[in-house]
């Protein structure tokens, strides 16, 4: 039962999936594999305090579990609670150090709450642990540009794209990057490889014609802002 509710997960029927987890749950109310991936069903239909609530008691129940630590941690990120989001993702990296989803998490809401330095550190943590995690790659690349560290930055956010080449976002804020290093041509270049990814990431749109906008071309700029 609890394999065909994870199934169900992966095929994004999480609907189908609730049932068959709470069966488990009451055939075996100890199981906190199930409660986790309970929590997660919940968390993607929005049901968010009943997310909580799984995540809470499969640390309950397995408190060496990292990922539940590290769930319960995107959790309180989300409702805005910084610091009891960066101690949870601690406890997760208590709990198995080893955890590069932890890492990287604890990075993102650290600088969430303005420590670069200590996010850069997290996200390197992140890659050593797990050398083709484009997200934290991406995110590595974002702290390094707001620390004044272009160079390494535009770096960060090609092997990003390198590691995962329809990453769009990432490929948006190289152009950012290669922008604000003067690489016109490139960074239009990059901007239109995220569109033609995916074209409806306002982000880009916005992205590029800012860059338009800066560089005196007001009708390719509109062109932009009106797609």
Known sequence: LHLTAVAHC?????????PLFDRVIRLKPDFADAWNNLGKAFKSLDRNDEAEQAFVRATELAP????????????KRRAGATDESIALYRKALEA??????????LGVTLKDAGRGEEAIAE????????????????????????????????????QAVAIKPDFA??????????QEAGRIDEAIRRHREALALQPELAEAHNNLGALFMAEELSEEAIECFEA
């Open 10 to 18: 992966q095929n994004r029927d999480f609907e189908l999936a609730l």
């Open 64 to 75: 060496k579990m990292a990922e539940a630590w590290t769930n319960l941690g995107r959790m």
């Open 96 to 105: 198995g150090s080893g955890d590069a989803e932890a890492h990287h998490f």
């Open 123 to 158: 996200y390197r943590k992140a890659l050593e642990l797990k050398p083709d995690y484009a997200d934290a790659f991406n995110n590595l690349a974002a702290a390094l540009r707001d620390g004044g560290d272009l160079k390494g930055a535009i770096e960060t956010y090609e």
């Open 169 to 178: 976002a990432a490929l948006t804020n190289l152009g950012n990057a290669l």
